[in-house]
């Protein structure tokens, strides 16, 4: 038995949740005592290959079929290699790509499916924690089958680290073209935006505490001194101040920055979900009650409008 993961990769770059799926992938192993194995999909599979050799990993399977996504190969490729290792846990990324193969895999396997999981735990058998209500409960759901499939949320677990020589073996997928229902033409980011606040190593974030649209000038120059990209909570999105690219939450996006900087923000669950993963918190907030200081790494309790100016001063040179 084993545990496979199922890397992630768009327009030629892994995708940080594959790295933390390994982490899963590893805890897991270590539990069951299985081995862990990953396979990654298409595209530039060596270079990928060899990016996925991490600690705990024994072997990194590569399936050299197609450039990008496609649904009904990675179908194809999850569940004959799951076929041939015999997984007791198949782990894919709670994405939108993950979410669109993860039910078809987990049928075809005829496993139970867990999806949107943010805690595991294998004790005498699997529990998966998931939460519900927008994010104020939690609820574990304990697995009663040997084997299961689920898909993880991303920015739950740190990226696996530590280069480890895992073997890196091509892994032969035997295609029913019949079966390919689906040609990927072209990719085309929702919104057209050309923000990807995922792949921002520093976020400057910004709440309703920035009062007016207009003085969202303040923010984006506090972004440009710390060559930082701005995301938002909710209500900006609702407003129309910013576009839904840069919404950062449980109903936007998931971001696992080094260093996120909430300006305004106070830290309400649904928002909270989508940046709990950042390395170092740093709010601003007038309200010293405000919950986003439960999370922070480093809280500066004082009017936005005196401490970013002072901040743009410090680091705009
Ligand atoms: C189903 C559902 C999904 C949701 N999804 C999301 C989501 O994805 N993302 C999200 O963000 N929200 C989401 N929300 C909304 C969420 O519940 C909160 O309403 C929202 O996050 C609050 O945004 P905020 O912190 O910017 O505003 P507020 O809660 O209004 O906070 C503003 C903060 O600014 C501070 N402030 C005011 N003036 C200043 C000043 N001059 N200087 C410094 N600080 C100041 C205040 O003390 C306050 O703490 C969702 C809600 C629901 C019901």
């Not at 084993?2 to 992938?25: D, F, K, M, Y």
């Not at 073996?169 to 035997?174: A, K, R, S, Y």
């Amino acid at each position: 038995m084993t545990v496979l993961t199922v890397a992630e990769h768009r327009r030629g770059e892994l995708r940080p949740v594959s790295l933390e799926l390994l982490s899963v992938g590893r805890l897991l192993a270590e539990e069951t005592g299985d081995e862990h194995h990953t396979v990654v999909i298409g595209g530039d599979v060596e270079t990928f290959g060899r990016k996925l050799d991490r600690e705990g990993v024994e072997t990194v399977y590569t399936v050299d079929e197609g450039e990008e996504f496609n649904h009904d190969v990675y179908v194809q490729a999850v569940t004959q290699l799951a076929e041939a290792l015999d997984p007791s846990l198949v782990v894919m990324p709670n994405t939108v790509n993950g979410l669109d193969y993860a039910p078809a895999v987990a049928s075809d396997l005829g496993l139970p499916l867990v999806t949107d999981v943010v805690d595991v735990d294998y004790g005498e058998r699997l529990t998966a924690t998931r939460e519900l209500y927008g994010s104020k409960t939690e609820t574990t759901i304990d697995v009663h089958a040997e084997a299961a499939a689920l898909t993880v949320r991303p920015g739950e677990w740190p990226a696996a680290e530590g280069v480890n020589g895992s073997s890196v073996e091509p892994f032969e997928v035997d295609v029913d073209e019949s079966a390919v229902r689906s040609t990927v033409t072209g990719f085309e980011e929702v919104g057209g935006g050309d923000v990807d606040i995922t792949d921002a190593d520093v976020l400057v974030s910004v709440g309703r505490g920035i009062g007016e649209e207009e003085n969202l000038d303040l923010v984006f120059d506090l972004a440009e001194a710390l060559d930082a990209t701005v995301s938002a909570s909710r209500p900006l999105i609702d407003n129309g101040w910013l576009e839904k690219d840069r919404q950062v939450g449980q109903s936007g996006k998931v971001v696992t920055p080094d260093v996120y900087i909430a300006v305004g923000i106070s830290g309400a669950v649904q928002h909270v979900a989508g940046m709990k993963g950042a390395d170092t918190i740093v709010a601003i907030n007038t309200d010293p009650n405000a919950p986003i200081f439960d999370i922070a790494d480093y809280g500066i309790v004082d009017d936005l409008f005196d401490v970013v100016p002072a901040l743009i001063e410090e680091f705009g040179g």
